[in-house]
């Protein structure tokens, strides 16, 4: 199985700052990276797919980036709704896996 | 509005089965790959199956092979999730989700295992 690698495992930031979460493969995915996130209680929400194709209804201040091992979601400036867990998933080859998740706290 | 809503979730014994059901709106069902997926309390997502939009394909992750079976009935906008022999580590929340790189999601149906 492709094992797919977030990091960091948390982060704390505040409202206003730019982040970068990375999520890397155990190998050639290409683009078939999806991005997802998850608050407390809630289902996910699809963010981001084709590693930088922003969903619809998504801010512009989600975008996503990379190809083949190596992915970048970067968040331009913090909302405060914008604090939750992070995942990736590979969609390159079966099982479709997922990172473990980065958990985005307020500082 | 796309719209997802499972239904068919809960308390079952280990060794026992359950289906899960998914109600689509808002889109032309039969034209999307659909998936379920689920989390584990306190755990991250886990893919478990999807199925091809005439149904023809269907792949499963490896620790439900052979004990779940995906389908779907197009003529009634329907996603279903036959689960037999579960066991405690199936207890999750389950989600169904369209698309075959995932763009909606339903609000999940409880499936816990335990005697």
């Known amino acids: 199985d492709i094992q797919m690698t977030q990091s960091p495992a948390s982060l704390s930031a505040s409202v206003g700052d730019r982040v970068t979460l990375t999520c890397r493969a155990s190998q050639d995915i290409s683009n078939y990276l999806a991005w997802f996130q998850q608050k407390p209680g809630k289902a996910p929400r699809s963010l981001i797919s084709?590693?930088?194709s922003l969903q619809g209804g998504v801010p512009s201040r989600f975008s996503g980036s990379g190809s083949g091992t190596d992915f970048t979601l970067t968040i331009s400036s913090l909302q405060p709704e914008d604090f939750a867990t992070y995942y990736c998933?590979?969609?390159?080859?079966?099982?479709?896996?997922f990172g473990q998740g980065t958990k985005l706290e307020i500082k | 509005e796309v719209q997802l809503v499972e239904s068919g979730g809960g308390l079952v014994r280990p060794g026992g089965s359950l289906r899960l059901s998914c109600a689509a709106s808002?889109?032309?069902?039969?034209?999307?790959?659909m998936n379920w997926f689920r989390q584990a309390p306190g755990k991250g997502l886990e893919w478990v199956a999807n199925?091809?939009?005439?149904?023809?394909?269907?792949y499963y992750v490896g620790s439900v092979e052979g004990r779940f079976t995906i389908s779907r009935d197009n003529a009634k906008n329907s996603l279903f999730l036959e689960m037999n022999s579960l066991r405690a580590e199936d207890t999750a929340m389950y989600y169904c989700?369209?698309?075959?790189?995932?763009?909606?999601w339903g609000r999940g149906t409880l499936v816990t295992v335990s005697s």
């Open positions: 084709a590693a930088s």
């Open positions: 808002g889109f032309t069902f039969s034209s999307y790959w």
């Open positions: 989700a369209r698309a075959f790189s995932t763009d909606y």
């Open positions: 199925i091809q939009h005439d149904g023809r394909a269907k």
């Open positions: 998933q590979q969609y390159d080859t079966y099982p479709h896996t």
